[in-house]
């Protein structure tokens, strides 16, 4: 088994990433990493996520592999 069949039968057995789902940031380059928000949209390699604090709100997009549901 190739690692790409490894990574591709993991992203199909994990739950879909839908808007309106509460998503974790867990990509260790961003400075989003850790962050909780809002999946607003979604395509095929993206989501767009709303971030909200006290008085600001952020929409960022992030690639699927770098987001877990929470």
Excluded at 2 to 25: A, H, R, Y
Excluded at 28 to 52: D, P
Excluded at 56 to 62: A, E, G, P, S, Y
């Amino acid at each position: 088994m190739s690692i790409d069949s490894i990574e591709n039968t993991m992203v199909n057995t994990s739950k879909p990433i839908l808007p309106g789902s509460i998503v974790k940031v867990k990509d260790e380059t961003s400075i989003y990493k850790g962050y909780k928000g809002f999946v607003q949209r979604v395509t095929r390699k993206n989501a767009a996520v709303l971030f909200e604090g006290g008085n600001w709100d952020k929409l960022i997009t992030f690639s699927l592999k770098h987001l877990e549901l929470v």
